[in-house]
């Protein structure tokens, strides 16, 4: 089993629509949780760290439930500068603690 | 700029030649990493500094790369003897040490091995 699985897409949507991508981790000792947002050929930028209460920036939604192991991120009133692949985040959950691991990634495209 | 930097943008090079990357972290960030992204996949972990110490390694860290923080400051990553498959993005990104580990990367080196 992978260690942080997404559907890898695309979604394709209107600009206006309300998106939701969904990821799983496998380990249990992971501590920390993020969204990160990748535009073609650029480097990886922090969206939102996830916490347990979820939480909300703007149009953006995370939430996370440590019992499945599941991690979403929901996408309201879609942009077109939304399209770009969405990284699910977490930490390796080992002694250290720090080294991030990733899914591959969804591809977001939002069209007019 | 303050955010973290990295050189060269690009590299081209020949099986079996040596490559050096630098990265210079945030100035406040005491902690850097290494991460590699190929197409289609997320980024890599490679390894980790706190201050000057190596503090972690992945097993994708063959011995031919090797990785250096000499003063805390800006890293290193250099690869010996290159082989197509290191062909990749390497990325370098650095955070605080302190609550929530947001990392925060670098624009990348390119890596081309012909």
């Known amino acids: 089993r992978k260690e942080v699985e997404q559907d890898p897409g695309p979604f394709n949507v209107p600009e206006g629509a309300t998106v939701a991508f969904n990821c799983t981790y496998s380990?249990?000792?992971?501590?920390?949780f993020f969204w990160y947002r990748q535009d073609c050929r650029k480097e990886p930028k922090l969206l939102m760290s996830?916490?347990?209460s979820g939480n909300e920036d703007g149009r953006f939604t995370a939430q996370l439930n440590r019992a499945s192991q599941y991690i979403s991120l929901l996408i309201r009133d879609s942009k077109l500068s939304d399209s770009a692949t969405y990284l699910c985040?977490?930490?390796?959950?080992?002694?250290?603690?720090?080294?991030?691991?990733f899914g591959k990634g969804t591809t977001l495209s939002v069209s007019s | 700029d303050t955010g973290v930097s990295q050189n060269p943008r690009h590299k081209i090079t020949k099986r079996g030649q040596n490559v050096t990357f630098r990265c210079d972290p945030i100035?406040?960030?005491?902690?850097l990493y290494w991460y590699r992204q190929t197409l289609g996949q997320g980024p890599e972990f490679l390894t980790y500094?706190?201050?000057?110490?190596?503090?972690?390694k992945s097993r994708l860290l063959s011995d031919r790369f090797s990785a250096e923080r000499p003063k805390g400051s800006f890293s290193t990553l250099e690869i010996q003897r290159t082989e197509q498959g290191d062909s990749a993005m390497y990325l370098c990104?650095?955070?605080?040490?302190?609550?929530?580990?947001?990392?925060?990367f670098g624009p990348g080196t390119r890596l081309t091995v012909l």
């Open positions: 990104a650095s955070s605080i040490g302190t609550g929530g580990n947001e990392q925060f």
């Open positions: 380990n249990s000792a992971s501590q920390s």
């Open positions: 996830v916490y347990s």
């Open positions: 985040v977490v930490n390796s959950g080992n002694q250290a603690g720090t080294a991030l691991i």
């Open positions: 100035s406040e960030h005491n902690r």
């Open positions: 500094f706190q201050n000057e110490a190596q503090l972690e």
